[in-house]
C-alpha cells in the first residue's frame, strides 16, 4: 500500500511561481514513476508531468512544458512539481500519482495505481 500527501497550494498572481510536493509511504519509491495531474472544475482531470523510477527521465505535457519542472527525491520519499510563469488557466487541484512497480513513466490516468488527495492552486489574473 502507498499513501501520498501532497503539499505546497495556494493562490498566487498570474506570473508567479509555487512549488507542490508529495510525499509517500513505502519502502518501494524509488521503482515507482511518479506523475503529476490536474482538474480544473467541469473538466477531466488532464497530464501534467511525469518522472521515472531513477528521475533520469520526465515527460511534460505540452501546455506547461518550459514553465514547470518535476523532480524526485528518492531518499526522502518525495516528488516535486516547481511551476515558474503560472497561469490563470493553471488554476486546478493538482493530484500526485504513483505507478506502483514500474519504473517507466505514463501520462494516462489509468497506469497509476495511487493517489493523492490533491491540493488546490488557483491563478489570479
Known amino acids: 500500500q502507498v499513501q501520498l500527501v501532497e503539499s505546497g497550494g495556494g493562490l498566487v498572481q498570474a506570473g508567479g511561481s509555487l512549488r507542490l510536493s508529495c510525499a509517500a509511504s513505502?519502502?518501494?519509491?524509488?521503482?515507482?514513476?511518479m506523475g503529476w495531474f490536474r482538474q480544473a472544475p467541469k473538466k477531466e482531470r488532464e497530464f501534467v508531468a511525469a518522472v521515472s523510477g531513477s528521475g533520469s527521465s520526465t515527460f511534460y505535457a505540452d501546455s506547461v512544458k518550459g514553465r514547470f519542472t518535476i523532480t524526485r527525491d528518492n531518499a526522502k520519499n518525495t516528488v516535486y512539481l516547481r511551476m515558474n510563469s503560472l497561469k490563470p488557466e493553471d488554476t486546478a487541484v493538482y493530484y500526485c500519482?504513483?505507478?506502483?512497480?514500474?519504473?517507466?513513466?505514463?501520462?494516462?490516468?489509468?497506469?497509476?495505481?495511487?493517489w493523492g488527495q490533491g491540493t488546490q492552486v488557483t491563478v489570479s489574473s
Open positions: 513505502g519502502r518501494a519509491f524509488s521503482s515507482s514513476a
Open positions: 500519482a504513483a505507478r506502483s512497480g514500474s519504473p517507466y513513466y505514463s501520462d494516462s490516468k489509468g497506469a497509476y495505481d495511487y
